[in-house]
């Protein structure tokens, strides 16, 4: 190898200033975290966790033939999922992703068990990936209770049926229609001998969809079937298979439930903090920037602001400023910088992102700051 020639110190100079130039570039750019590995599930009653805070089950109960979840980053796919049963009678399984408790399982962090009374809000997003090869439906299951239980089977449970491919019908028998979340429902109402069942069936597919949980919550309420006194303890999303369901997909989900600290609710928060954001967006195909700002609007100073929010099902950031983002889809919180970590009184901080989406483009449907619900500008 011969050595390299003798450079004049204004060249060695200027190779260093460059040097030191791309250095700085680099350091600009962070390699984004590694994906997580899928995991796949085969126990009857296997589990695993997503984005450490959503618990992937495969509860299979209804049969004794083979079945299979694939947890991704952002949901799960049905890998395996053998046999058929009547379809006059009970699904083979519930393959579905959670926030909440489920029979002593809990998703990490999460802040169910929740009072009715106490919770303001509890934005949920989903896209779904159907196949024409099963019969199914594709479902929430919302689970309530008059005790704060994180274990056996809650006295009601809410239903609904974003689709249903075959000959099958919800519990009981349908009590007439609805307008919940700006969509009409066919509405049905029964027990299967061990909890009340209130379900919403769609008269068409839908793919995906962002919506507040509280207002199927209301409608139980308003029929009856639950008290604010009672306790929401999880909000589940899957797939009720008969028949076949291998291809199945949760392509996304989120779940996020705001506490407006009611009295009587020691979770929710303290401190009388309140606030207010704006959130300003410039749309283009497949692509967006959000600005927001989060305004104190209460008398104490908010040190270490935690903004959360839930983006609408298919909104993906890809770079943010002023503040750090905890995920890059679903439920995020947006954290301040060391030079903007607090928000005086009558102050405010802004931050922002970038991100694509698919469909139709929406923005998130509720804030909360540092455990408190937040007033839209």
Not at 18 to 35: D, I, K, R
Not at 70 to 93: E, I, L, M, Q
Not at 278 to 306: E, I, K, L, M
């Amino acid at each position: 190898m011969r050595p390299l020639p003798h450079l004049p110190s204004t060249v060695r100079g200027a190779l260093s200033a460059l040097v030191t130039v791309l250095a700085a570039v680099a350091a600009l750019f962070v390699a984004p975290p590694s994906a997580q590995a899928d995991t796949t599930v085969c126990e009857q009653f296997g589990s695993t966790v997503i984005q450490g805070r959503y618990v992937v089950q495969n509860n299979r109960w209804g049969t004794n033939e083979p079945q299979c979840v694939t947890a991704t980053d952002t949901g799960f796919r049905v890998s395996r999922a053998d046999g058929a049963v009547p379809t006059n009678g009970a699904p083979k399984s519930y393959p579905s992703v959670f926030n909440g408790c489920h029979y002593t399982n809990c998703s990490p962090g999460t802040n169910l068990p929740a009072q009715l009374s106490s919770i303001s809000s509890a934005p949920s997003s989903i896209s779904y990936g159907y196949v024409g090869n099963a019969v199914f439906n594709a479902s929430y299951d919302i689970w309530l209770d008059p005790t704060p239980r994180t274990d056996g089977v809650n006295q009601t449970e809410i239903m609904i049926w974003l689709n249903k491919v075959g000959p099958i019908q919800p519990i009981g028998s349908q009590v007439g229609t609805a307008t919940v979340g700006g969509r009409t429902w066919q509405v049905w109402s029964g027990s299967n001998g061990s909890n009340a069942v209130l379900s919403f069936v769609a008269p068409s597919a839908i793919g995906s969809w962002s919506f507040d949980v509280m207002d199927f919550v209301r409608q139980a309420v308003a029929r009856g079937m639950a008290q604010n006194n009672w306790y929401l303890t999880s909000v589940q999303a899957g797939f009720e298979p008969w028949e076949n369901g291998t291809g199945l997909t949760v392509n996304s989900f989120s779940s996020t439930v705001v506490r407006g600290g009611g009295s009587g609710d020691p979770g929710g928060p303290g401190g009388g903090t309140t606030c207010a954001v704006s959130y300003a967006t410039n749309v283009w195909q497949g692509g967006f920037t959000a600005n927001v700002t989060v305004a104190n609007t209460g008398s104490t100073p908010v040190d270490g602001w935690r903004l959360a929010f839930t983006l609408p099902a298919g909104q993906v950031v890809t770079s943010a400023w002023n503040a750090s983002l905890s995920a890059s889809s679903g439920s995020v919180t947006a954290a301040g910088l060391a030079h903007n970590a607090s928000i005086s009184p009558g102050g405010s901080q802004t931050f922002g992102f970038q991100g694509t989406y698919g469909g139709a483009f929406a923005a998130p449907s509720g804030f909360s700051l540092n455990g408190t619900a937040c007033a839209r500008a």
